[in-house]
């Protein structure tokens, strides 16, 4: 069974660049759920999208969009980025959108923005 | 509104002896909790969860946690501490009787298990 694996491990934009990040979901997983974690902080819901729909968004701008595709797998794209969008942005996988499923994350990647 | 507090930033240990971490919670309905850990530089683990049922839940490393409703409490225990042990732990919680399907985390609570 393969976990969730996220890539690029390490990225470093500049203000006002896009980027788009990836993630494989665990085997058997419908749904993916995308975080931001700041230095010291938790990590705060971006969205969710379950069986390629976005069905769960937190308090982010719209520059934040993602995707997912057929096999289940994710994107995240930020655009514009700002200097504060610097985290380690946590994708992370479950078997279905609600109940009591938990979550499998991958291990994360590493966004500068200069 | 839905939300977890871990009440300590940090807590302190020795090696072999037992260990708390804290977390209260606050949701409209009955919750999903989960308790996470991370370590430096990698992603986070599962390491339990509570859903219903005994309030005694075991789970992953020896690790286990206490459910209790009238202090809307979810303190995750270990009776013996292991330096290995050292790391951010999260606590997480979600209402199920509602439509919204995002955790909400705790900010963590970083533990020292000192040899």
């Known amino acids: 069974e393969t976990g969730v694996t996220q890539s690029p491990t390490h990225l470093i934009k500049t203000r006002g660049q896009q980027v788009t990040l990836r993630c494989s979901s665990q085997s058997g997983h419908n749904t993916v759920s995308w975080y931001q974690q700041a230095l010291g902080q938790g990590p705060q819901f971006i969205f969710q999208y379950y069986r390629e729909e976005e069905n769960g968004r937190g308090n982010f701008p719209p520059r934040f969009s993602g995707l997912q595709f057929p096999n289940y797998s994710s994107e995240l794209n930020v655009n514009a980025l700002e200097l504060d969008d610097s985290a380690l942005y946590l994708c992370?996988?479950?078997?279905?959108?609600?109940?009591?499923?938990?979550?499998?994350f991958g291990p994360g990647t590493r966004l500068t923005v200069l | 509104a839905q939300s977890v507090a871990q009440p300590e930033d940090q807590v302190n240990v020795a090696e072999g002896n037992p260990l708390t971490v804290k977390c209260t919670y606050s949701v409209s309905g009955n919750p999903y909790l989960f308790w996470y850990v991370q370590y430096p530089n990698r992603g986070l683990q599962f390491l339990l969860k509570?859903?219903?049922?005994d309030n005694l839940v075991k789970g992953s490393y020896g690790f286990e946690a206490e459910f209790n409703k009238s202090q809307t409490s979810f303190h995750l225990k270990k009776p013996s501490a292991l330096v290995s042990d050292s790391a951010l732990y999260f606590c997480a919680v979600r209402d199920y009787a509602g439509n919204n399907r995002k955790l909400i985390w705790g900010l963590g609570t970083s533990l020292a298990v000192n040899p």
């Open positions: 992370a996988s479950s078997l279905d959108s609600t109940g009591p499923h938990e979550q499998f």
């Open positions: 509570y859903i219903t049922g």
